[in-house]
């Protein structure tokens, strides 16, 4: 895989508090909640784990940076209920495919369990595979696996906290609209 040199981030507010983006030259790599200085240490992880050692840069103009800012914006206006911006993933071929999988088959306003993710990947007996996975999603709100509970129907697990969870599912189901996508 081809590393840049430079990490370009920002931070800014959503109406379910503030966010950090990061990308590169070739699309968002982490999407994460709380600011930038919060976030650093989870950041500084994520880029030794993942052999990263481009320098960090604040350019909130940066194409996918800005991009990013603007789709999320757009989401919570209700003008958007699918993301354009390129994804430049890390992680395992199993966590890809999972990422793959909640983009595409989640639709806005819906959910799904853990299970019904494993079974779409043909793998049923992989649910705890894919909880884990889930909860190592780097791309909060974009992939939406916020859209993700629990077979009983609850809400399990979230980066941002089930309260966020709870804010995002109510969001999109107040704000389902037939032919919304952009």
């Not at 966590?95 to 088959?105: A, D, K, M, N, P």
């Not at 959910?111 to 007996?125: C, F, G, M, N």
């Not at 993700?148 to 809400?155: A, F, R, V, Y």
């Not at 089930?162 to 609209?177: I, R």
Request: with cysteine.
């Amino acid at each position: 895989m081809n590393h840049r040199s430079f990490l370009y981030y920002n931070s800014f507010d959503t109406p379910i508090g503030t966010m950090t983006v990061l990308a590169n030259d070739e699309g968002v790599c982490r999407i994460d909640y709380g600011d930038y200085d919060e976030r650093m240490a989870a950041i500084q992880a994520w880029k030794k784990k993942h052999f990263l050692n481009g320098e960090l840069v604040y350019d909130p103009e940066q194409r996918y940076v800005e991009q990013t800012r603007k789709e999320i914006d757009e989401y919570f206006q209700g003008k958007r209920t699918e993301f354009t911006v390129p994804l430049n993933c890390y992680g395992t071929d199993f966590q890809r495919r999972v990422w793959r999988t909640l983009l595409h088959s989640v639709p806005f306003g819906e959910t799904r369990s853990y299970k019904d993710i494993a079974e779409a990947l043909s793998t049923p007996k992989a649910v705890r595979a894919v909880g884990g996975a889930v909860n190592q999603n780097p791309f909060s709100i974009i992939v939406p696996c916020h859209r993700i509970i629990g077979s009983n129907g609850k809400l399990v697990g979230y980066a941002g906290g089930l309260e966020k969870k709870q804010q995002l599912l109510t969001f999109e189901t107040d704000h389902v609209v037939v032919d919304a996508k952009q």
